[in-house]
């Protein structure tokens, strides 16, 4: 739980650190309970979800505890519980408990998964995929319970979406497979790759077959110990490229591999901003010009990143000169930032796109209603001013708090379900340091 209290309008400068990434690090965590050997993770963020995750490893029997600043030991020899703690269920990394546990003990139940408010996204294409393995599912209203045989047969599985959180929980329950199993139309997000590199190294077989498409050849249980290091995290990395943009200058921002935010960059670049890069650190070149309106699209990896969406519709709120349209493809909740930035001055419209139906959306089709405004138009430039704003969610939090640094007056952010922390590192230390007024109460 936090209260953020912003004052903006401060000029920002110094170098911004990204740490490992929210959607690699602790899950590497997780894919240390198929080993029965201690394990070490690096470069693991201080997150609020990582300490869940921790605590949940503890209380199904393993032993997790952290052994320097991002550093994690894990063994998990005697894990015995089937159970995934309630304390991990707010964390969305929790469904990755459901493969994992089921590899490792061939049973698992757990609660109804929580994470954000921007979809409902539901677990059916995860579930769907365990249960091409061999599993039995039984669920009910609050629970799932499902088994797995100790040594899933061979099965060449297709998701119907793409799914990131699906494909690594598919990876984890096919570890131990008798066979050979195949994943289509799988993810292909870096930190799937990330994980992918860790298990391998632990002797599993997980390859890239071909465009979407992941090969995972059984092995005896269980897992060798081994080391993993995390990504950096490229949701933190574009947050702070954008923040720095705003700022005119000044920032420099350290840990932000350039392969991984392609897509990104692409969109800075047509927008016209102008970024200077010296390996993994880059900074924002000044410009006095005002930023071309743009026309984007959220998409799978390697397209716009959804948890990218809401920043840059900021940036092109302050810096835009004109109306751009922004069409999200991935979660059709996904404008909580937008609406708070409106309390701060954002001029903004909801529309419903034309000529789309549920097919071209990536969330599940029984969620799609042809009058729900999936595009919003954004109006720039604006001049934000300070008000109380909610923090609804983990990107949507970090937005408005971004936005409160360039608005005119005092903000104040209320976060109650502390989303914020559950995504970035000692944020309030990460600005403060650059010089920002900001304190958290």
């Given at each position: 739980?936090?209260t ?13 650190e990204?740490s ?6 602790p899950?590497l965590?997780?894919a ?15 997150i609020?979800d990582?300490?869940?995750i921790?605590q949940?490893i503890n209380e199904?029997?393993?032993?997790c ?8 030991k894990v063994n ?10 309630a304390?991990?269920?707010t ?14 003990l ?6 109804k998964v ?6 409902k996204?539901?677990i ?19 629970f799932l ?9 061979s ?19 096919s ?5 050979d199993?195949?994943?289509r ?9 990330n994980?992918?590199?860790f298990?391998n190294?632990m002797?599993?077989?997980?390859r890239r077959v ?7 050849q059984?092995?005896p249980k ?14 933190e ?7 720095a943009?705003?700022?005119?200058g000044?920032?420099e921002v ?6 991984m935010?392609?897509s ?13 890069w010296?390996g993994?650190s880059v900074s924002?070149?000044?410009s ?17 990143m959804?948890d ?16 751009s349209?922004?069409h ?10 937008l ?8 001029r903004?419209e ?14 599940n089709?029984?969620e799609f209603?042809?009058?729900d405004?999936?595009?919003a138009?954004?109006y ?5 001013v ?11 939090g ?8 360039f ?11 502390g ?6 590192e000692d ?15």
């Amino acid at each position: 739980m936090a209260t953020f209290i912003v004052n903006g309008g401060k000029k920002l400068a110094g170098t911004y650190e990204v740490s490992g990434a929210k959607n690699a690090g602790p899950k590497l965590i997780i894919a240390a309970m198929l080993s029965d050997k201690e394990c070490t993770l690096r470069n693991v963020p201080r997150i609020s979800d990582t300490e869940k995750i921790v605590q949940a490893i503890n209380e199904m029997g393993g032993k997790c505890e952290w052994s320097g600043d991002h550093e994690v030991k894990v063994n998990c020899a005697l894990l015995s519980k089937s159970d995934v703690p309630a304390v991990v269920l707010t964390a969305r990394h929790a469904v990755l408990f459901i493969g994992a546990t089921l590899a490792r003990l061939g049973k698992v139940r757990i609660a109804k998964v929580g994470g954000d408010d921007i979809g409902k996204r539901p677990i059916d294409r995860l579930v769907a995929g365990l249960a091409s393995l061999g599993a039995t599912v039984n669920q009910t209203t609050n629970f799932l319970e499902m088994t797995l045989p100790e040594r899933p047969l061979s099965r060449d599985y297709t998701f119907a979406k793409n799914t990131h959180t699906g494909t690594e929980s598919l990876i984890l329950g096919s570890i131990f497979n008798e066979g050979d199993v195949t994943i289509r139309n799988a993810a292909e997000e870096p930190e799937v790759d990330n994980l992918i590199e860790f298990v391998n190294a632990m002797g599993a077989r997980v390859r890239r077959v071909g465009e979407r498409a992941i090969e995972i050849q059984g092995v005896p249980k269980l897992l060798s110990g081994a080391t993993g290091v995390s990504v950096y995290d490229r949701l933190e990395a574009a947050t702070a490229i954008a923040f720095a943009v705003m700022n005119d200058g000044g920032v420099e921002v350290r840990n932000a591999d350039p392969a991984m935010l392609v897509s990104f960059v692409k969109e800075l670049e047509k927008i016209g901003v102008e970024l200077k890069w010296q390996g993994n650190s880059v900074s924002a070149i000044p410009s006095t010009k005002y930023l071309t309106p743009s026309t984007l699209k959220t998409a799978v990896h390697p397209g716009f990143m959804t948890d990218w969406q809401p920043i840059i519709t900021l940036l092109l709120a302050l810096k835009a000169h004109g109306r751009s349209e922004v069409h999200e493809m991935i979660y059709e909740q996904r404008w909580s930032a937008l609406r708070e930035m409106g309390k701060m001055g954002a001029r903004y419209e909801l529309f419903n796109p034309v000529g789309y139906t549920a097919n071209d959306y990536n969330f599940n089709e029984r969620e799609f209603n042809a009058g729900d405004p999936y595009g919003a138009y954004v109006y720039g430039p604006t001049e934000l001013v300070g008000a109380t704003v909610d923090s609804l969610d983990v990107r949507a939090g970090i937005t408005v708090l971004i936005a409160a640094l360039f608005a005119k007056g005092e903000s104040t952010i209320l976060d109650p379900q502390g989303h914020i922390d559950r995504g970035y590192e000692d944020i309030v230390g990460k600005l403060t340091k650059l010089g920002a007024d900001i304190k958290r109460i």
